[in-house]
């Protein structure tokens, strides 16, 4: 205990009192004798009788003080000998014992901060005390906190522990277990009683007889081990080993003993001197209680304490006020560390008590919680040492389900149980609903009554956890120090940087469902401040208004760790936008620090600055296969060190309105997060606090408090933390009950259908009824519970809410131009994972559409979408690969794969991804095209642009949604051969309703129209893609086949099948985008006065015939996968590959013009490849008809088009007669004209067409096909390597004729 202020002199200033000679005679208060009277009754050594009126001085207010220090003085002697305690004999090591976090420990352990507490966090981890003991008797105490696998005890300093062997596992180490009930010491023998939680074991060790024992709660449990080992070098410390999540606090001595035992001391010695003052000063305040003034008579009067009343005599006041003064710095530790304990035990009871129907015992906790945090100093100290420290408060604001509905009594609150059935809809879109029975009716309102009566249980505690952030949120608390908001604003960045730093990586500081409680509570007490200060504050806006301005993004007022920025790394950003900070925000980076980041790079990176320069930068912002490289500290887990620039960096503030030159500059420097001050966030009258380095594009009224933005702040990135992770898995509840209700109702139509006869069956039908329905009961309780506590309308309108500040923010930042680099990538993601938390995860209970200003919403997100997807300014930090894929089925069918799978897709992937799913449904694809026109225009061009060097999958797939519906035979949900089995998830994109777009198709059009280099370079990568997608497809089929076959028993790589199922999709929506493509815009290919479009339809064609040899062959290697229906590839089938090729086919050769069609079908013919018979199997006919016969009935084994009446419309079946027909006619005639070509004649590139181009200046020749093909990607001669300067058409019989008359 210290003794600070003891010895400090009385301020007369505190209590208003004076020297004056005249009126220290006349005290105003009592007569100067009976006050002397009254002072030396009261301020008399308890240890010596009173003096004589006649020999003291006389005593006043004046002179109490010095009074006072004479009986308060301690012998030095005394004082002396404490300070040296700490070498008492028999004793080694600090006086103050502790924990030794340092170096006394194995294992994984979370010590508190006064390291007396530990945790553990590993399997067996192991910690020692700082002291040891080698001779005499010596006691400490444990307070068991969790009754689970601990050995307590005593160990020397040679014993060597490990994840498996603790205290008492080893020679010369001891322990006691209470959880087995036994003793340890290399062998284990039965001992003591089982302990339990809040019991406190006291461990004893007597050196002088070399006997040890234990006691359990102040009893005896006899001595446990005897003959100690003792003599030279034989010292023992106080140990612990226990499991994961177990802990105890440890009492050496600094508070006193729970129960001492006579004879044994603790390992700290008590502060005697402190002890002697606090009993002198305990001693006056007796006498307080025990005399009475009586200023009439003049006289003390002797009374008992227990009848003392304060009357308000201000004598009796400012004696009282001399003691305290001097015993309040005595009794701080003390108060300090009893409101520690208290608040610990609340956490406690709070965490670890049972849930009643009424919610009492947590009512009745935080109630109490409340009463103590209302105490300003109290708040205060726990905020900066309890509160937040190992994340205690957010326990807090946790609702814990129950684990049983039993124990919560959700039995008697919610007695009728209800479940939904669920509507053979494909989607949430469909709002179609089963018509209910009036029996079912009944039960359903009687379950939502149930329900409401939970919630409004739960929202009383649910208030009172607002209240307890409200106090923590106060800011008018600054009388004599910082408010509490400020020490929040530290303790609660540094919860987010430790939880940022440990994300991803087992175990989460703070588990996801605290941290989801945490949110809605901080928020309704963020919202409720930034309302409040609106009504004070005119100019300001309400919360419902809010956002983050940019500038608290790049001014470095706020640490964001090591998190992400969209334009890349900090230290990258500051140096490449350095004239656009001093520009557009008035902050100038210091040219020393850039110097001092620029060496860091040097140093951390591997790629030296010369060929970091080389780089091309068009490639590093589009993501591609050259990212900027991210120094190793980056990704250190180390807290704060990824702050270094900010934290030192050196910004210069000058006024907005004009540049100044370099000589007006003021420089300042930013704090970190402990060091700020009110100041240094809200501003000042010079000083714009976080919002330093407005641009112009920001207004200048204040928003809300500085304070409040960087509150909201710390909300957001806990959504992208861990919350938007946990909404996604209580949604499981829901669907175990849709599971069991499926099950249930199948078991009561099977019992409907069995015959009575068959008693056994009837039985056990009976028997599944009865457990489905005890499930559905206990899980549609539970579910009443989670939609109370995650998914109420208040929790959706938090959510909500955060998505359009998300959505503001990001507005505001893009109107910064390229200082929009700056801002955190986790505002992006929380856009898009907080909007499809609310389409996903709230329903059906709440729908999304009821909320305010849900189509106004939905556009902006579009708008969002469609212009950052492409957005320059953003940097892919993922290191995705060039022919990366998104997660999304293409065709409806089987989950893209990525290939790799150690990558993950990085902000840019998202954003593909989030546009993706965004056109997948019907309300967002019309906010898609509610969005202005030439954001509309801009982001069709962006999807139309080549797909080399950038992920193209979700490109390709947000196409073929525009289509879908449209094309022929394409208008399905689901594949016809999968109808009859389950999806995983109805709810995937993937899976919903076509639903075409056909003014982004007519944008499409327009824009493949433009120019003459658009839709050529935009077909060129499609056709490449598609032959890369397909081949490796049949690569893939052709090893699983050959697996299949082999007669020792084999596994095929569940990988290997995701991947071929994933490459036979994209194929497939290649073929739907070519679809498209021809149908929008055909004089792309038909138009041979069009450069490239004989090229582009020889490319087209012969793709179209490898695809449809490899798919109607006989008995052929697609076959008999298809047949095998391995798990992973339920995709693959004839179907959706063949009905994309023949809409390809009957838009060239039927919807096209006359001269179109005699193009198409003439390079079809003229293909090497071209086989009628495979146009002949898409309607069931192994051979080609006889001409002018009609087309017999098609074999039911065999694949038809005409098999799928459901799918495709009578005219589409026509289209494809008549294309059948036409090829047949085409194909006799072009037979019968045929003449025989030379080998010499033929093309030596693809042996397929006759010579047609010779190159210059080198002279070799190709068909033209095959240069125009390879001059799209190289333009060096196939077999000179010379640069092609030019083509020239070459005929054989001309340049023959010509080189016989120039002889």
């Known amino acids: 205990m210290a003794s600070k202020g003891a010895g400090m002199a009385f301020s007369r200033k505190s209590y208003g009192l004076t020297s004056d000679a005249e009126k220290s005679r006349v005290t105003g208060i009592v007569h100067e004798k009976l006050l002397d009277d009254y002072l030396h009754r009261i301020f008399s050594s308890t240890g010596r009788a009173p003096m004589a009126a006649t020999s003291r001085k006389l005593l006043n207010f004046q ?26 004999e028999g004793r080694l090591g600090p006086s103050t014992v502790v924990l030794d976090h340092t170096g006394g420990f194995e294992g994984l352990l979370l010590v508190d901060d006064d390291l007396l507490g530990v945790i553990g966090h590993s399997n067996f981890g192991t910690i020692r005390s700082t002291t040891c003991v080698y001779k005499g008797k010596w006691v400490y105490e444990v307070l068991i906190s969790s009754q689970g696998l601990m050995q307590i005890g005593w160990c020397t300093i040679n014993c060597r522990f490990n994840q498996e062997e603790g205290v008492g596992d080893t020679h010369n180490s001891y ?50 081990f005897e003959n100690l080992s003792r003599g030279l070098g034989m010292a023992y410390f106080p140990a612990i080993s226990l499991s994961f999540k177990e802990s105890v606090a440890f009492n050496f001595g600094s508070r006193p003993l729970r129960y001492p035992v006579v004879g044994y001391r603790p390992l700290q010695d008590p502060p005697s001197a402190d002890l002697v003052r606090a009993q002198e000063l305990l001693g006056c305040f007796q006498a307080v209680l025990s005399v009475e003034l009586d200023p009439v008579q003049g006289r003390l009067v002797e009374k008992e304490s227990s009848e003392w009343q304060l009357q308000g005599q201000p004598t009796v006041l400012l004696t009282l006020a001399h003691i305290f003064h001097r015993f309040a710095p005595l009794l701080d530790y003390e108060v300090q560390d009893c409101l520690k304990q208290l608040m610990m035990s609340l956490l406690r009871l709070y965490r670890f008590s049972p849930i009643v129907p009424d919610l009492a015992l947590q009512i009745r906790y935080l109630r109490l919680t409340i009463a103590i945090l209302s105490h300003e100093k109290s708040r205060k100290f726990l905020l900066s040492h309890v509160l937040f420290d190992v994340l205690r408060s957010v326990v807090f604001f946790y609702i814990k389900s129950p684990l ?64 307890i952030l409200k106090l923590l949120l106060n800011n008018q608390d600054d009388n004599g120090g910082e408010a509490s908001r400020y020490i929040f604003l530290t303790k609660f960045r540094k919860f987010l940087q430790e939880n940022a730093s440990s994300r991803g990586n087992m175990p989460m500081l703070c588990p996801p469902e605290y941290m989801v409680c945490f949110l809605h509570r901080l928020i309704s007490a963020l919202r409720y401040y930034w309302d409040e200060y609106k009504a004070s504050n005119p100019r300001a806006t309400f919360s419902e208004e809010a956002y983050i301005p940019p500038q608290v993004f790049y001014n470095g007022k706020v640490d964001y760790f090591d998190l992400q920025r969209l334009g890349g790394l900090l230290s990258h950003l500051r140096k490449t936008l350095k004239d656009d900070l001093a520009s557009k925000a008035n902050i100038l980076i210091d040219p020393l620090e850039l110097q001092a980041a620029t060496m860091d790079d040097l140093d951390e990176d591997e790629e030296p600055a010369p060929a970091a320069a080389q780089r091309p930068m068009q490639a590093l912002a589009m993501g591609g296969a050259l990212p900027l490289p991210r120094p190793s500290w980056l990704s250190s887990p180390t807290l704060g060190r990824a702050n270094r620039f900010l934290s030192t960096a050196a910004v210069s503030l000058m006024t907005p309105r004009r540049p100044l030159s370099t000589s007006e500059k003021v420089k300042v420097r930013t704090l970190s997060a402990e ?116 998914y109420s309308q208040e929790k959706m309108q938090d959510i909500y809410w955060l998505l359009r500040v998300c959505l503001r923010t990001i507005e505001h930042g893009d109107r910064t131009g390229p200082l929009f680099a700056f801002m955190p990538e986790f505002y992006l993601s929380v856009a898009i994972n907080s909007y499809s938390a609310l389409k996903n995860y709230f329903g059906p209970v709440h729908s999304m559409e009821e909320l305010p200003g849900y189509e106004e919403t939905l556009t902006r997100l579009a708008a969002i979408l469609a212009k950052h997807f492409a957005d320059t300014r953003i940097v892919g930090t993922g290191e995705v690969p060039d022919r990366g894929l998104g997660e999304m089925g293409t065709d409806g069918m089987a989950p893209l794969a990525i290939f790799c799978a150690q990558c993950q897709p990085d902000i840019r992937d998202s954003l593909m991804q989030a546009l993706a799913s965004y ?110 997608a397909f081949s490796e497809f049949i690569g893939m089929i052709q090893e699983i086949q050959q697996a299949a076959e082999r007669l020792e028993r084999n596994f095929v790589d569940s990988r290997q099948l995701k991947v071929c199922a994933t490459c036979f999709d994209l194929s497939v929506s290649l073929l739907r985008v070519l679809e498209m493509t021809i149908t929008l815009v055909p004089e792309i290919f038909l138009d041979w006065a069009q450069p490239t479009s004989e090229m582009l339809l020889r490319r087209l064609a012969q793709l179209l015939n490898q695809v449809l040899n490899r798919v109607t062959a006989e008995r052929n290697l697609f076959d008999r996968v298809v047949t095998l229906r391995l798990p992973g590839l339920e995709s693959v089938d004839h179907y959706p590959i063949l009905v994309a090729v023949t809409g390809i086919l009957v838009r060239l050769l039927v919807h096209g013009p006359a001269s179109g069609t005699e193009r198409a079908t ?27 016969t009609a087309l017999p009935a098609p074999d039911q084994k065999r694949f038809s088009l ?102």
Request: proline fraction near 6%; include cysteine; glycine fraction near 4%.
């Open 919 to 1028: 056109v997948c449904y019907p309300n967002s694809l019309r906010a898609v095209e509610r969005i202005p026109e030439e954001q509309r225009i801009a982001m069709v061009r962006s999807l139309l642009a080549p797909y080399e060097q950038r992920p193209w999958a979700q490109t390709n797939w947000i196409l073929v949604r525009l289509w879908r519906g449209c094309g022929f035979g394409y208008r399905y949900t689901r594949l016809p051969h999968l109808l009859k089995t389950k999806p995983e998830d109805a709810n995937l994109p993937s899976l919903q309703k076509p639903c075409p777009s056909t003014l982004l198709q007519q944008h499409m059009a327009d824009l493949l129209r433009e120019g003459p280099d658009v839709a050529p370079s935009f077909l060129n990568s499609v056709l490449n893609q598609l032959n890369w």
């Open 404 to 467: 049983r509905v039993e124990e919560a009594g959700l039995q008697e609150l919610i007695p009728t149980t209800w479940w939904p059935h669920r509507s053979s809809r494909e989607g949430k879109e469909s709002k179609e609903v089963k018509d209910e029975t009036s029996e079912e009716r009944l039960r359903r309102r009687a379950y939502e009554r149930g329900c409401q009566r939970l919630k409004k249980r739960i929202e009383v505690v649910e208030e009172l956890q607002v209240q």
């Open 63 to 88: 002179n109490l003080p010095e009074h006072l220090d004479q009986l308060l003085h301690v012998d030095e002697e005394a004082e002396e000998e404490e300070e040296s305690q700490g070498q008492v």
């Open 175 to 224: 322990a006691y277990d209470g959880n087995r009930v036994r003793k340890w010491n290399v062998t284990t023998t039965n001992y003591g009683k089982a302990w339990a939680a809040g019991d406190i074991v006291s461990c004893l060790i007597d050196l002088d007889e070399g006997t040890l024992s234990f006691c359990l709660n102040g009893v005896s449990l006899g001595t446990a």
């Open 675 to 790: 060091q700020r001050t009110r100041e240094d966030i809200e501003g000042s009258q010079w000083n714009e606090g976080l919002l330093v380095g407005r641009p112009p594009e920001e207004p200048e009224q204040p928003l809300t408090e500085n304070s409040l933005l960087e509150v909201l702040d710390g909300a957001i990135m806990m959504y992208n933390l861990s919350v938007h992770q946990q909404l996604g898995k209580m949604v499981g509840v829901s669907d175990d009950v849709n599971e069991y209700a499926m099950a249930l109702r199948d078991t009561e139509d099977k019992l409907r259908r069995c015959p009575k006869r068959r008693k056994d069956i009837l039985a056990e039908l009976t028997k599944s009824q009865k457990v489905f329905s005890e499930k559905l009961d206990h899980l549609s309780r539970r579910l009443a519970w989670v939609h109370a506590t995650v």
């Open 1162 to 1188: 003439s390079v079809l013919l003229a293909d090497p490849c071209f086989q009628l018979r495979s146009i002949c199997y898409l309607l069931g006919q192994p051979e080609p008809p006889t001409p002018g």
């Open 1202 to 1303: 005409q098999s799928y009446t459901d799918y495709i419309s009578v005219e589409e079946l026509a289209q494809v007669e008549q294309m059948l027909a036409h090829l047949t006619s085409a194909s006799a005639q072009a037979a019968a004209a045929s003449l025989p070509t030379s080998e010499e004649d033929l093309c030596p590139i693809c042996y397929a067409h006759p010579i047609s181009a010779v190159f210059q200046p080198c002279g070799h020749k190709s068909c033209k096909a095959c240069i125009n093909q390879h001059l799209m990607n190289n333009k060096d001669c196939f077999f000179c390597k010379a640069t092609i300067v030019s083509v020239e058409d070459w005929d054989k019989a001309a340049s023959a004729s010509a080189t016989s008359s120039a002889a």
